[in-house]
């Protein structure tokens, strides 16, 4: 019974050893799973695009038994350059985003500074210097700002502050009571949501 548990504890050593130099295919690994180092090696009898000399990452203790690492050079530096580029374009977007969000901020405290008679490329210009002053560069996404700030989906977060810095206008009465004015068809509109009244006209 003893004997049959270290069988299949070799065993089980074995393949997890297998997998291993198989994943290592996708990468230049440091280590092979033998433990020893991987280093640089030259064939002088291989060629590669008709030149003699064909470069290996290659475990130090190579053996031609299939449990230690071999890789050409071109094939892992390919791949390494490859998932490289991922990683600069995932960083890209991610800074992207981080840069939206902190102009939003500069965008609030420029609102929050806004001055009687200045209008919105006022409080534009204050919240690109103030953006400019803290990030020591310049916000490169002020078109689609521009763009999707007055959009249906995103006026909702700027909905009550512009309307609370909105001088209200004498309605004139009726019975004897103020009358309230009905909101703007638009207004309506993004208070009910866009798919229930797809669904309100669609029922009608």
């Given at each position: 019974m003893e004997e049959e548990r270290q069988d299949m504890k070799a065993h089980k050593a074995y393949c997890d050893m297998?997998?291993?130099?198989?994943?290592?295919?996708?990468?230049?690994?440091?280590?092979?799973?033998c433990g020893s180092i991987t280093k640089e090696f030259v064939d002088e009898e291989d060629t590669y695009d008709y030149l003699?000399?064909?470069?290996?990452?290659?475990?130090?203790d190579y053996q031609n038994d299939g449990l230690h690492f071999r890789q050409?050079?071109?094939?892992g530096v390919q791949q390494e350059v490859e998932r490289l580029k991922e990683r600069v374009h995932e960083h890209e977007n991610l800074l992207r985003e981080c840069q939206a969000?902190?102009?939003?901020?500069c965008y609030e405290m420029a609102l929050r500074e806004q001055r009687s008679?200045?209008?919105?490329?006022?409080?534009?210009?204050?919240?690109?210097?103030?953006?400019?002053?803290?990030?020591?560069?310049?916000?490169?996404?002020?078109?689609?700002?521009?763009?999707?700030?007055?959009?249906?989906?995103?006026c909702s977060t700027y909905l009550?502050?512009?309307?609370?810095?909105?001088?209200?206008?004498?309605?004139?009465?009726v019975d004897g009571q103020r009358a309230v004015p009905e909101p703007e068809e638009g207004l309506r509109l993004l208070a009910r949501g866009r798919k229930l009244e797809k669904k309100k006209n669609w029922q009608s």
């Open positions: 297998l997998d291993f130099v198989a994943n290592a295919q996708q990468k230049i690994p440091k280590r092979c799973p003699p000399g064909k470069i290996y990452f290659i475990c130090k050409p050079w071109v094939m969000l902190k102009f939003v901020g008679g200045q209008n919105d490329n006022d409080v534009m210009k204050a919240a690109l210097d103030i953006f400019h002053s803290d990030q020591n560069m310049k916000f490169n996404l002020e078109h689609a700002w521009r763009e999707l700030r007055h959009d249906v989906k995103w009550e502050k512009d309307n609370a810095k909105e001088k209200r206008k004498p309605v004139d009465s």
